[in-house]
């Protein structure tokens, strides 16, 4: 092998990013941000912004057919998908889907997708407008691209957080990874046992089976800041942890964060799989991801304020100085760096 070969694996996926974004390319003067938010942006008038977002779903990869009914996985890229763009504060308007199918597939899976996306699409209002259908020789892959629009006024970045803002997020988290934890060891179940008869009995795990399978995006938080003329100075969805989503939150604004672990919403249903799973529900909510809950900073003032009129979130810190860094309090009392968190 040359030495000149150097893995993916050496270097991780955001280095790789910075190194294929880091060319000479040409510049729209149109495009507001391009790579490095949760959507693209790009001018259309004097009053309103474009916004432009894409996601991949690699079969084996991002979902296991076994566990995963289509319906629910059409429904689950397309909540995904418009999550990106209420991280921007925007509306979502359109989706493009792009397909490639093994021939192993039938016609009945591909139409249990799109009735996932179609419902989807009700439920956000988001018209499917066309896209791409072409075989592929081994694993479904599925693409979406969502376009929508935001209000030059209310359009909300990653950076934009002042030092001092409260550090809010709404819903619960840790819930989706508590939900895998169950599919997976139900499935090992079912493989070891090799019987197709037996079905595995999720009646007690329905909460945290549909936080995985069919999250929901949080267009209740984006509608209520819409009517009651608040505006986040940052946003972010949670897709990749806390611990993930809360650095680029401040690495956007150069700052840093001060968290309370007390304070992560958890629900009773998440904690209750961690016991029987003998893990630390903790590790679930900052690291889990794909709960699709919005984590947003507003100035403590506006915070006071905007919980009048929206209760479903909980303020979990605050934004600080760079220099004091990113640390966490725990329920103990004691402050760990995020560096010693993973």
Known sequence: MSESFQTIQSIGSKALLEKITN?????????????????????????????????????????????????????????????????????????????????????????????????????????????????NHANLVVSISVYGRADKDAITYRKGATEGDAICLTG??????????????????????????????????????????VPEARKDLIESLKEHDMVPTSMIDVTKGLVSEISALSDASELGAYIYQAALPIAIETRQVADEMQEDVDRYALFGGEDLELMFTLPEKKVEEFVNHFNDFVVIGRMVSREEGMKMQTGEGDVVSFDDLS
């Open 23 to 135: 060319f000479e390319s040409y510049k729209n003067e149109n495009v507001i941000q391009s790579i490095g938010d949760d959507a693209a942006v790009i001018k259309e008038s004097d009053d309103s912004l474009t916004l432009l977002t894409s996601d991949t779903y690699v079969e084996g990869v991002d979902f296991d057919p076994t566990y995963t009914p289509f319906h629910h996985l059409g429904y689950k890229i397309v909540s995904a998908g418009v999550s990106d763009i209420y991280a921007m504060n925007g509306n979502p308007e359109a989706v493009l889907i792009n397909l490639a199918v093994p021939n192993r597939m039938s016609v009945q899976m591909i139409e249990d997708i799109y009735k996932g996306i179609y419902a989807a699409g009700k439920s956000y209002s988001v018209e499917v407008v066309g896209g791409d259908l072409k075989a």
């Open 172 to 213: 619960d988290v840790g819930g989706a990874l508590a939900g895998l934890r169950i599919l997976m060891r139900e499935k090992k179940f079912w493989e070891e046992h090799g019987d197709e008869s037996v079905q595995p009995e999720l009646g007690d795990y329905q909460f945290v089976v549909k936080r995985q399978l």
